[in-house]
């Protein structure tokens, strides 16, 4: 089983936040929840219903510890390339 930790760059900010950090087993169906459904992150429905739009912009190799490590680091931006200029 391969375990996911994915970062979501939010197309513009809600509020204080412009992405959000999650793991999965299978990111196709967790994007899937996140995009249509209410079984995703509470964010991630209010910044949907506001409009925002979200791509995946970085993946690694892990599980939850790894998700909340970088949770903790507060800093999603410096993970993020989108917000590095690294993606066109």
Known sequence: MIV??????FDK???????????????D?????HELTNKGARL???ASAAGIKFTVAK?????????RKLKNRK?????CPICRGEVT
Do not use: F, P
């Open 29 to 33: 169906r967790r994007l899937h929840e």
């Open 59 to 67: 993946t690694w190799d892990g599980d939850r510890k790894l998700e």
């Open 4 to 9: 996911l930790v994915y970062l979501l760059h």
């Open 13 to 27: 900010k809600y509020k204080h936040a412009q992405h959000y950090i999650g793991y999965t087993e299978n990111l």
């Open 44 to 46: 991630l429905q209010v």
């Open 75 to 79: 800093k999603s931006s410096s993970l």
